[in-house]
């Protein structure tokens, strides 16, 4: 197995956490780097102080877009353990995204040893306040200096990690959301499904144009008809009816999240009636309507639940929890972060125990 190089930045002074950590706007001091070149596959794995990358102008991720991420989280739960959430899950997802815009796979068991040891040596910055955790941020991108378009043949895997509280300003307070019918976010057989930058540049500016309309994002439908609900902002979507809750099915141009994942399978342990299936935005509007429509939410990494308290759409205004989260939204942010921080049992083993290594680095 690959060997893995660690040089540490001896701290003379304790890692002090600002108060309002907001979302990605702090880093800690250490970072992983790998690299892949065709003769070596993946190779020169090293945990090195944080720096500044130098890349040529014309290094091809830059220009083609040819790069996968992850995002996961670390926590401390209360008994002083250092947890990481489902993080094979992640690793799994990143290789699919990285075939799907042909970026060699990573091994997954070395790079979760590489993580382990990363959030280890830079534990101190993992923040204990409620609602906050350590962000990990891997990333793989095409770093071949070359203007013609093709995969790359050499590749940079980075993982840097950053301490981080909500991710919106209103934290977990319910959002206004504009459903989006002018852009798509992504087409089936497409990039959807795939952590891929594009989809966030495709995002920009539908984002931007609902927030000068008072908005705080936009619910994504599909590519072709603008018919089904896909996403909303960054996150899944759950819908939840009077008799039944619904989140849209994976049909390729939708993350198949692991904070949805994690979701279903809480749903399904509580015996709600829990459907992957297409769901219209019509269907969302005449349910309500009828007085059927009890909640919204999104779920993510990020900002873990958050409900929709209000949702635009053409000339109708869905008003549902407007001040305060729904009860099933509110129910399960409890249960999910009850299970990050060790309050409640870990009863789908979704924890990975930093300090515990789970095989050796060699
Ligand atoms: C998430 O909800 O975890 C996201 O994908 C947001 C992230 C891109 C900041």
Redesign the pocket.
Known sequence: MEKLNISITERTTPVVLPQNLG??QFFTDHVFEMDYTPAKGWHNASIKPLRDLELHPATMFIHYGQAV?E?LKAFKTVSGEVVIFRPERHMQRMNNSSRRICIPEVDIPFVLNALNELVAIDKDWIPTNSGEAL?IRPFIFGSDPFLGVKPSTNYKLIIICSPVGA?YPEGFKPVKILVQDEYVRAVRKGLGEC?TPAN?AASLLAAEEAKQKGYTQVLWLDGIEQKYIEEV???NIFIRFKNEVVTPMLTGSI?P?V?RDSVIRILKDWGENITERLVSIDEVISEYKKGNLLEIF??????IISTVGKLGYKDTEIVLNPVEPGELALKLFEELTSTHYGIIEDRHKWLWHVEKKQVEVI
């Open positions: 979302f990605g991420f995002g962000y991710y952590k966030y902002g960054t996150m993350l999240g904070t999104g779920t993510g990494t990020a900002a």
